[in-house]
């Protein structure tokens, strides 16, 4: 038998490596921008489209989908042509795929400042983009299953498990989770509400975390740490068992994101538990990774790309101990709606993601244009800024985290709140914003050090776009050699990618379906109606402005947070938020009890400038809603899908909504004429007013020291 000869395709390896160079450098640059706002309004640049509510958004799409999908789609297409000893399945479906996915990007980046948003947190982008990632992540998987399937190489290594973890349950994942009823072409509501949309959403959340951002880099690592290292993997056992455990237990976690929450407590307990058992297979990983250098660390002292490896591995152990740290409810309890959430989470992104991209980058591009790196300084440097970076950020915000947390809880000896004012802290923490935002300035020089240094690599070289290799075919199985069930599941993709889905589903369906499909777990509220048709506009303005990135909207019951805010949220409360709308960090006060707290004077100057009734706030103005008219043309759609979801509107309400809305509208304009503002009923600032003077009213609420 002779071998057979074939070619290897790298330009669609170059294309996604210099698409995540360009993305990395444009989501970065958003986040440093969107870091500086939160101590320096004035570079919110007092227009609609750079505030902080509508960049965060699109700085943590850029980061996540754009750098890291098009560093995954990079290493992946790299190493599966190598490790299957084979070209890609089809160059037309590669070519599709890139494409494809550089097209949902600039719709990202077009759609989220125009404020365009489900307000789902790593899930923010509209339906007919959800239907886009959808197509083109079939395509992704259609052409690395029709590789596997004409594959030289019998046998799937490690990193090919990982890859097929994350395509299958990235696809339920995003499935589950787009559950919504369009409205327009770019207004859709989620189907769930309130407690089952946000336990929805953090399952998707959390395993967005594990299978985007952790599993494909894991099957990276495996791959590119051996042969950066020339050393084989430490353990395949070890592989083993990390894999199932960790695509097992992972799926689990997400409701460690809301506890304290009215989500029924059996759920957060299985999240907790869960998460705490996170750590072994987690850790197994790192293990594996750093032990696989046994030997070499005379070469990692003066590589620098295996400086970033090791950088890069050393912070995924502690992301992943201090994840299930946070998850217990104690620690929770401080942490939760701080900036020790945010230190947490860059840790994991600008070490874990960051670091390993940062390699492999360095590693590949010089071996597909047939050249030695441009520069080994340049590459040494930026490992040090870039991990000078890090410490700067991450330190200022655990130290943030810590003093807000603790502020917020502490009472005098009198039984009162010693920090009454929410504002109180956010202007004690002022100074660590600053050093966070000089540790992403090190760590984008780093980038911008790295883009140059890979140019020139790629000067001073010639692309390889089909690079020869030949290998013997495919040789038929032998079952009587094949001993083991893993080892005979490694070689039967399809059953391998069945098992996989077996193992992430079985945790999905016991803890989504009983909140999804039991009423009783979600209890009605008599006095908790809809919300009225022009409070239904002002929510939707709330979702478009990106308010909820500030500001959350449930109360926790602890003590602290009740004699701040009021009574603690109960899960009835939510059973018309389509979607819902609890926050994930408090940079503001909470505002689940803001209703009736303020005149509608008061809200109509804190939105046109926030510092005239809160001196020192870091809030944007917002005064393009005192001049920017209504679209009541929608109202007629948004009450028929309302209805469609189960919000009680009456049959025919949408007929006389709009007067409605209208009858509702002059009163608050009547109202703020008393305190000689004048304003039409028509204009947006009304619709918010009305929909910030509802939040909370439903219930009784304590009556609270101060905002």
């Known amino acids: 038998m002779q071998p057979e000869k074939f070619y290897y395709d790298n330009k669609i390896v170059r294309n996604f490596g210099i698409a995540t160079i360009v993305w990395g450098i444009i989501g970065m640059t958003v986040g440093l921008i969107a870091a500086i706002q939160l101590f320096k309004p004035a570079m919110n640049m007092g227009n609609q489209y750079t505030t902080f509510g509508r960049i965060r958004p699109l700085h943590t799409n850029a980061v996540i989908f754009a750098f890291v999908g098009n560093a995954i789609f990079m290493g992946v297409y790299y190493s599966l042509q190598r490790l299957l000893k084979a070209r890609m399945f089809s160059t037309f479906l590669s070519s599709l795929h890139f494409w494809g996915w550089q097209l949902i990007i600039v719709s990202a980046v077009i759609t989220l400042p125009?404020?365009?948003?489900?307000?789902?947190?790593?899930?923010e982008l509209e339906w007919p983009i959800d239907i886009a990632i959808t197509v083109i992540w079939v395509v992704f998987g259609i052409n690395m299953f029709g590789t596997i399937f004409k594959r030289r190489e019998r046998h799937l290594y490690v990193a090919i498990w990982f890859y097929i973890a994350t395509f299958v349950t990235i696809a339920v994942l995003h499935i589950v989770n787009s559950f919504e009823l369009p409205v327009s072409?770019?207004?859709?509501?989620?189907?769930?509400?309130?407690?089952?949309?946000?336990?929805?959403?953090?399952?998707y959340g959390h395993n967005a975390v594990a299978f985007f951002l952790t599993t494909p880099y894991l099957g990276m690592m495996y791959y590119f740490l051996p042969k950066m290292a020339n050393r084989p993997v430490y353990s395949y056992k070890l592989s083993i068992l990390h894999f199932w455990a960790l695509i097992f237990i992972y799926i689990w976690a997400g409701p460690h994101h809301l506890l304290y929450t009215s989500l029924p407590g059996w759920a957060q307990s299985l999240g907790v538990a869960f998460s705490i058992m996170l750590i072994a297979p987690s850790w197994g990983g790192m293990i594996n990774g750093l032990l696989t250098l046994r030997g070499a660390w005379d070469k990692v002292r003066d590589d620098a790309i295996l400086k970033f490896m090791v950088v890069g591995l050393t912070a995924y152990g502690m992301a992943t101990f201090e994840g299930p740290m946070l998850s217990l409810k104690q620690i929770n309890g401080l942490a939760h709606f701080t900036d020790w959430i945010v230190a947490h989470v860059h840790v994991g992104a600008l070490g874990w993601n960051g670091f390993l991209t940062f390699a492999i980058l360095y590693w590949l591009i010089p071996r597909i244009y047939k050249t030695e790196l441009y520069s080994k300084k340049m590459a040494s440097f930026h490992?040090?800024?870039?991990?000078?970076?890090?410490?700067?950020?991450?330190?200022?915000?655990y130290w943030a985290g810590f003093t807000q947390g603790l502020m917020l809880k502490e009472f005098t000896p009198e039984g009162m709140l010693k920090y009454p004012s929410f504002l109180e802290t956010t202007l004690r923490i002022i100074p660590m914003h600053v050093m966070r935002s000089i540790g992403g300035t090190f760590y984008l020089l780093g980038v911008i050090v790295m883009a140059y240094n890979l140019t020139r690599t790629m000067m001073q070289g010639k692309l390889v776009a089909n690079e020869p290799a030949e290998s013997m075919p495919l040789e038929p199985i032998n079952v009587a050699t094949e001993s083991g069930w893993h080892r005979k599941l490694e070689r039967r993709p399809i059953q391998l990618m069945i098992a996989a889905l077996i193992v992430i589903l079985i945790g999905t369906v016991i803890e989504l379906m009983p909140t999804l499909t039991i009423a009783s777990n979600v209890p009605t509220i008599a006095s908790v109606k809809p919300y009225t048709p022009l409070e239904l506009q002002g929510r939707d303005i709330y979702i478009r402005e990106g308010c909820s990135n500030c500001h959350s909207q449930t109360v926790r019951p602890f003590r602290s947070e009740t004699e701040r805010y009021g009574e603690y949220s109960k899960a009835g409360e939510f059973v018309y938020d389509h979607p819902f709308l609890w926050g994930s960090k408090r940079t503001?006060?909470?505002?689940?009890?803001?209703?009736?707290?303020?005149?509608?004077?008061?809200?109509?100057?804190?939105?046109?400038?926030?510092?005239?009734?809160?001196?020192?706030?870091?809030?944007?103005?917002?005064?393009w809603l005192l001049t920017q008219t209504l679209d009541t043309t929608t109202t007629v759609a948004k009450i028929n899908a309302m209805r469609t979801l189960g919000v009680p509107y009456a049959a025919g309400y949408e007929h006389k909504a709009n007067q409605d809305l209208n009858n509702q509208a002059q009163q608050i304009a009547d109202n703020l004429a008393k305190d000689k503002i004048k304003v039409k009923n028509d204009k947006e600032i009304i619709a918010i007013i009305a929909y910030l003077q509802r939040l909370g009213v439903d219930i009784k609420a304590n009556k609270p020291q101060s905002k």
């Open 114 to 123: 125009l404020g365009f948003t489900t307000s789902h947190e790593y899930a």
């Open 185 to 203: 072409p770019f207004k859709s509501y989620m189907v769930y509400a309130g407690v089952q949309d946000a336990l929805v959403q953090w399952w």
């Open 383 to 397: 490992f040090w800024i870039g991990t000078l970076g890090i410490l700067f950020y991450a330190i200022p915000m």
């Open 588 to 623: 503001g006060p909470d505002l689940a009890r803001e209703g009736q707290k303020y005149g509608n004077a008061w809200h109509y100057n804190h939105m046109m400038d926030p510092r005239l009734m809160s001196p020192g706030s870091i809030m944007p103005n917002y005064d």
